[in-house]
Every structure is written in C-alpha cells, then in structure tokens.
C-alpha cells in the first residue's frame, strides 16, 4: 500500500511538471505585442466602456489598434520573423484615450504592462497627441518630459528582455496646403525620432507615413472616409452627425494599422542585412 501511494505520488508530480512544462512551451510559441499609447491606437469595442454597447455608443470610431491583430497572422508573421520569433502573436492593446506619455504612467497603465512583459515580447509605443495639448494641464508634457517618459518606457521594456518600437504620432487631417498635408505636431515628432536614435531604438515614423497616404488621397476623401466626420442620421452613436479630424472610422483605423504593418517589415528587412 506505501508503494502503491508513492506510485500514485510521483505520478501526480509528474502530470504536474508536464502540464507546467506543456504551458510553458505554449508562452513560449506566442509574442505578445504591447500597444500603449493614446486614443488614435485605442480598442473601442473590447470593453473600452464596461456596460455600453459599442455599436450603439461608439462606432465607427476605431483605434488602429483595435484592428491590428489582422496584420500578425500565421502566414504575414513571416514577413516580420525577425521581430516576432515565434509562430502566433498577440495584440494586447493598452492605448487609451486622452493619455500622455505622463498619465499614461501615472496612471499605473505602464506598471500593468510591465509586470506582464517577458522576454522577446513587443511594445509598440505612440504618444504625442495629448502631450502636445499645451492648453489641457491635466495631460500636457513639455518636450523634456515627452523625452524623459519614451526613455522610461524604452528602458523599462529592455530590462525585460522584451523589444521597444518608438512610434512618431499618427497624423491628424490638418492642416493641408498646396494638396499635402502638413505636420500638426511640431517638435514632439522629431523629438520621438530623437530619443529612438540616442538609445538606439527601432523607429516607425507613423507621422510620415500617415501624412504621405492621406496626401495621395485627397483632404476631401479623407476626410470623409478615413476620419470621422460623419452625416447626421447615419451612426446610431451620433445622431447629429461629427466633424472629428483626429480619430479614424474603421477604414482609416485599418489603413494605419497597415501602415505600422509595413514599418514593422522595413525593420525586419533592415535587421536582416
């Protein structure tokens, strides 16, 4: 019977070294990408506003990150495979709305991913829109500061073992002139550009590449199909219709998303050399 009980005993240590084990390998297999940053990169529809229907309270507004995980499936996964190692990735997207890279740290948002990153995972970071708000005290950061929190999280996720990309802030609709459309951002897009070359940091400069797409589109048609502006009576969530410059409809959320898709595969192509 003391036989039979060890037996049983080691065979219950065992299932449970091989369950760990079996858990283990599939963490393993999986990369999570990390997107921590503002409204224009936020999830609406993944319990942004626990209790509210999206579809009746939100939509069409869509953070470019809400459609993301579209770009990292199995077979586009190696087209970035020396970004993203293992065979499936997930995005866990922290963006929130009215965030700066301050608030957005004091709020513990940065701490929730941080005490999650492991080794090799990713973190997709753009900020700028809310830190440049010089007349919202609340979520405003000087330039220093802008630098100062980007160098944190940079840092932070490298102490992990985990791979930062600096992302320059995605363009808003204004202002045009002569048919292209010009930088709203002043210096915090060079200054995202300048801590990514001080720590040697991998760079999406999503400013210019969304400013080059939506000059080859047009301000009329951008405005109308990427951004939203919307007819009254069209959208259940905005029955008098909106004029917003800044956030994407669905469209123009997936047409960012494949900006930052293809950045991610300049990259890999640049590691690759």
Same mark, same amino acid.
Not at 85 to 103: I, M, N, Q, W
Not at 121 to 142: I, K
Not at 169 to 194: E, I, S, T
């Given at each position: ?17 091989? =369950? ?5 390998? &599939? %963490?393993? #297999? *999986? ?6 940053? $503002? @409204? ?27 459609? =993301? ?5 199995? &077979? %586009?996964? #190696? *087209? ?6 293992? $065979? @499936? ?56 500061g802008y630098k100062e929190f980007l160098r944190l999280f940079v840092n932070q ?57 939506f000059t080859q589109k047009g301000e009329t048609f951008s405005a109308e199909n ?48």
């Amino acid at each position: 019977m003391k036989i039979l009980k060890e037996l049983c005993l080691i065979l219950i240590v065992f299932l449970i070294m091989a =369950f760990n084990s079996i858990g283990e390998n &599939d %963490s393993k #297999q *999986k990369t999570i990408v990390y997107l921590i940053g $503002d @409204s224009t990169m936020a999830d609406y529809a993944n319990n942004y506003e626990p209790g509210k229907d999206y579809m009746k309270t939100r939509y069409p507004v869509t953070g470019w990150g809400q459609v =993301f995980q579209r770009y990292l499936v199995k &077979d %586009s996964l #190696q *087209k970035v495979n020396q970004l993203i190692k293992t $065979d @499936s990735a997930f995005v866990d997207d922290r963006a929130r709305g009215g965030r700066s890279t301050r608030t957005f740290f004091q709020e513990g948002r940065w701490r929730a991913v941080y005490e999650n990153l492991k080794k090799d995972d990713l973190v997709l970071m753009q900020f700028g829109h809310n830190d440049a708000a010089e007349t919202m005290t609340e979520r405003y950061v000087p330039i220093e500061g802008y630098k100062e929190f980007l160098r944190l999280f940079v840092n932070q996720t490298r102490s992990k073992g985990a791979v930062p990309i600096i992302l320059t802030p995605v363009a808003r609709n204004y202002p045009w002139a002569d048919g292209k459309l010009q930088n709203v951002h002043g210096l915090y897009d060079q200054a995202a550009k300048d801590v990514a070359k001080e720590l040697n940091v991998m760079l999406i400069d999503l400013n210019r590449k969304s400013m080059d797409f939506f000059t080859q589109k047009g301000e009329t048609f951008s405005a109308e199909n990427y951004f939203m502006n919307l007819p009254a009576g069209k959208f259940e969530a905005y029955p008098e219709g909106q004029k917003d410059n800044t956030h994407f409809q669905t469209k123009g959320a997936i047409e960012v998303a494949r900006l930052v898709f293809e950045g991610m595969k300049e990259l890999n192509a640049a590691i690759k050399k």
